[in-house]
């Protein structure tokens, strides 16, 4: 029988279109973050990242969950959840007010925060994320601790993550009925970064290309912050349809030809390798047929053109147009696919590496690579449990307006009017 979870205990949900994956983790006496116990189930109500079918999630979530307990040796009952549906907006909030020359106290930073939570309009989007990343001084930016020093002017950055409201109900809604509460509900990218991406590559400029099975996140990191969000209908299991559809086989047996056999690039031998590809039905009778991998890689590049295509259309609308020291990093389980990484690097035109979670100890070897990136990026988040503008007044569900300008207009307005 599994023990009482014990104090300072983090356990990270990822619900996504083709796993549903549990990770319990406490930090250690060297403040490092231990891997305890992970789960793993295959994920049935999920499509394109929205919650499907309530039934067959809760019953995934709950058995990655008990997984995950019986390993860890502990009963947990709190969890905190990715989000990783599209419709995910990102902006960052600007606030400034004079403080006439004398050292900045603690009263100073709490109002310049409350204008900001005070101004968020309950109607429309609903928030993830509000949270302060760092202050400015007379227009000196990069300040992350204004405490005790003396200015004219106080600023701050807020990010701001909103998304619509009924995805993330539905989510919160799935996780409650396993039993299980919420912690907070994060946003996946926000949570990946986390773990693939190095606190200088945030600060430089980055953009992280998270292939899901059903949905591509693409985000843009600048200045440490995520200041841009897009997400396309489309990932791994696109591709595995596609091998299923083309050759005439059941998705199964695509998934497994294209794990086994696929690869974003082709050499001359590819045309002699054969593969033999197992009928549609289960009838005795009915024969499978045999390809080579040079088909099967066609098939596959097919899916990946447009792929790629889509990603450097949504790059260009984030302004991520230069190229000079500025890279993109794939992770998800889509970049575990062999030789993405060089496809990519030269569709996109830019250097390519692969991000697999870092950051955490004792992590299995089979949930190290870029499919449980997001997983170990929420396990990180929770740890870090960063200051949000929500946590002035708990009781109260923040949302916003589906116009992110509509949010800037407001904050400025109501710092305005409180100053």
């Not at 994060?186 to 986390?194: C, I, R």
């Not at 024969?287 to 066609?298: F, H, M, N, P, Y």
């Not at 575990?336 to 990519?344: C, M, N, S, V």
Request: net charge negative; proline share 4%.
């Amino acid at each position: 029988m599994a023990k009482t979870a014990p104090e300072g205990l983090i356990t990270a949900l990822d619900i996504g279109s083709s796993k549903v994956s549990a990770v319990i983790a406490q930090r250690g006496d060297g403040g490092e973050l231990v891997v305890l116990g992970t789960g793993q189930r295959e994920s049935k109500g999920v499509k394109r990242g929205y919650i499907a079918d309530m039934a067959a999630t809760e019953v995934a979530v709950r058995e990655a969950v008990e997984q995950a307990e019986r390993i860890a040796g502990v009963a947990i009952e709190d969890v905190w959840v990715a989000f990783s549906a599209g419709g995910l907006v990102s902006d960052i909030v600007k606030l400034e007010v004079d403080l006439g020359g004398h050292r900045v106290e603690q009263g100073d930073i709490d109002d310049l925060l409350k204008a900001a939570r005070n101004a968020l309009d309950p109607a429309g989007r609903m928030v993830l994320h509000a949270q302060p990343t760092r202050y400015t001084l007379d227009g000196l930016t990069g300040v992350r601790k204004p405490l005790g020093l003396h200015a004219d002017r106080l600023g701050v950055e807020i990010h701001v993550v909103a998304t619509e409201g009924s995805p993330v109900r539905n989510l919160d809604l799935c996780v409650r009925s396993a039993h299980l509460d919420v912690k907070s509900i994060v946003a996946a990218p926000v949570a990946t970064g986390l773990a693939v991406l190095s606190e200088e590559e945030r600060e430089l400029g980055v953009a992280l290309v998270e292939i899901g099975a059903g949905v591509t996140n693409v985000s843009v990191y600048l200045n440490g912050v995520l200041t841009g969000l897009a997400s396309i209908a489309m990932g791994a299991a696109d591709v595995t349809d596609d091998i299923a559809s083309a050759f005439g086989t059941r998705r199964a047996q695509a998934e497994r030809m294209k794990c086994f056999h696929g690869s974003a690039n082709m050499s001359p031998r590819d045309n002699h390798d054969m593969i033999d590809v197992a009928p549609m039905s289960n009838d005795e009778d009915a024969e499978g047929t045999r390809i080579t991998k040079a088909q099967l890689i066609a098939v596959i590049r097919l899916r990946l053109d447009r792929l790629m295509q889509e990603v450097q259309r949504e790059l260009t609308k984030l302004n991520f147009a230069d190229p000079v020291g500025r890279q993109i990093v794939l992770t998800g389980g889509g970049a575990e696919l062999k030789g993405i990484a060089d496809y990519a690097q030269q569709a996109l035109g830019r250097t390519v590496r692969l991000g697999r979670p870092r950051g955490l100890t004792a992590l299995p070897e089979a949930h190290s690579g870029p499919a449980f990136a997001t997983l170990a990026g929420l396990a990180m988040f929770a740890a870090a449990d960063p200051v949000d503008l929500r946590a002035f007044e708990p009781t109260h569900q923040l949302v916003v307006r589906p116009s992110t300008g509509a949010v800037f207009k407001r904050l400025l307005a109501a710092f305005k009017s409180n100053y």
